[in-house]
């Protein structure tokens, strides 16, 4: 069960895959990439962007930057 996401099933149930989370100062985002074998080669397709706040793989590496608005 994924953090605040209750008992809300995940979508790709027992599908493999691989999660790619992209930090930087200004930008965190997260996707989930289904993966499957064929003919022996591991294909990887149809990305899925995430829910960072819900699905974050590890925690967030720099300070949030607060805008001076």
Sequence with gaps: ???G???RKWRHSQQDG???QFESPLLRKLWF???SN???KTLCRDPEVLDISAH???PRLFKEKLSNS
């Design 56 to 58: 974050e793989v590890f």
């Design 1 to 3: 069960v994924w953090r």
């Design 5 to 7: 996401q209750g008992l």
């Design 38 to 40: 064929e003919k022996g």
């Design 18 to 20: 691989f999660f790619v």
């Design 33 to 35: 990439i289904p993966s």
